[in-house]
Each structure stands twice: as C-alpha cells, then as structure tokens.
C-alpha cells in the first residue's frame, strides 16, 4: 500500500519499545492492502505523548509501560474494561474524540480458555497495572501478591499477607514483572507445585521451565495484538491469518 495523505497513522508509546508490534501490525497491513502504518516510539512523557494524538491528527495510538494507568485520566471515553480495570492499553481518536481500550483483559481471558485454566489460589507477582488487572481479574479466588518493588511491599503485605506456607500451596503463578523466573526464584524447582504459570515479560532467551504448564509471555502479546488490530481496522482477524503474522514476526 502506497503511503499518501489518507494513511492512518498509528503511534504505540514506551519507555522501552520494542519491535514486535511494529512488525506485526504493518505485516498485516500490507496484506490486506490497508492504508496504515503503525510506529512504536521511546517515550518520557505520556501527557504529551496522549496530546500528540490530536495535535498531529493520529488514528491512535497503543500504550505500554509504564504509561498504562496514567493514560485513563487523559482520554475522554473508557471502554467498559477500562473502567473496571483502572488501566488501558489501546487508544482510537474518533473524529476528535479520544476512546481508550484494553486488550490486554481479552488476551488473558483467550489464554484461560485456550488451556481450560482453572485455579481457586493465585500467588501474583508485580505491582504495576498488569497486577492490578489480574487481581481484578480473578476477585472471588483467593489471590496473594508478591511486590518486587520494595517501597510498595509492605502495603501489599499490609494487605493481602505473606504467608509462605499459603503462597505454596498457590495452584496458578502469575510473573507480571519485567524481571525473568530465573531472577525471581532462586530454585526454579519450586515451580513445580503450581498447575499453571503464566509468565508476562516476553524475551529473546526463553526461560528453561521445570514443567509444562508455563504460559509464555508471547502468547498474550499475540492475542492482544490481534485484538489491537481488529479495534484500528474493524476488520476480524482469522487464526490462520494470525499465526501467519506470528510466524513472519519470529522470522525478523
């Protein structure tokens, strides 16, 4: 598709971009013949990043980390998933008005259907918007943080308790941190008593697991891009198709 005055520019903002999303989102947008081009960009402030979006007349704009939370007080409609989960990820300027959006709860609730995941006991571990967002996700089950940031710990402990004899006995792990297992546990053995474990950060070097109940960080990405896609473009997006894209972004 040849880029004229009529393409759709779509922005995603970090304080760490990455390349995937990139890859992904212009993939299909050439495939399908359809006029945008989708760019991640380094970001220090997510004010005037969000005020970019009218101020240069952008289609939308994906937000990532750390600008999540903040960014639902500068948009002027939330989804309903942004209301309940206090944080979004996905922005769409309809004729100058700004609707934010989360797909980051579609591609959980597709990851727990996909492997039939049940789990009455969830040890979380974070403090951001993504912990957060599980926390809600699950209430009525029996959830335990575990913050990695040390000026938060102890009002999350405050809160929810540490019990280690409890955080044991957890039958789902959920790593919403930036940091990988090997970091978080010294003994990757301990892994082992939990049916499930979904592990957010996405890396190059793939973490050497001790069970196979491990739910990649990539996987969420994937269904969350493809909800992204489908909110820009209103077009439905096939599992062939998605698993083409996939397979292009793990060729580059």
Known sequence: MEINK?????????????????IFHNYLYRKFEQNYIYKSCLCKDVVIGVKAIKALSLFGMSVSVPFKKKATHLIEELSEEVQRF????????????????N????????????????????LILGSGA???????????????????NNAQKDYLD??????????????????????????????????????????????????IYVNEKIIS??????????????????STLSDKDLDEAISFCRKI
């Open 158 to 207: 405050d809160m929810y308790g540490n019990d280690k004899k409890l955080l044991k006995e957890c039958d789902l792990v959920i790593n919403t941190t930036p940091k990988s297992l090997e970091d978080l546990y010294e003994d990757l053995s301990e892994l082992k008593s939990y049916k499930h474990v979904i592990d957010y950060p996405v890396r190059s070097n793939q973490t």
């Open 6 to 22: 009529e393409t759709k520019l779509i922005l995603s903002i970090s304080d760490s971009p990455g390349s995937f999303e990139t």
């Open 130 to 148: 993504i912990a957060e967002m599980c926390n809600i996700f699950f209430l009525g089950k029996i959830v335990h943080l575990k913050a990695r």
């Open 86 to 101: 206090k944080s979004l990820n996905t922005i769409i300027n309809k004729n100058g008005k700004l609707i934010g959006y």
């Open 217 to 234: 960080g990539f996987e969420l990405t994937k269904y969350q891009a493809k909800k992204q896609y489908e909110l820009y473009t209103g």
């Open 103 to 122: 797909t980051d709860v579609y591609a959980l609730e597709k990851i727990i259907e996909i492997n039939r995941l049940e789990a009455n006991t969830i």
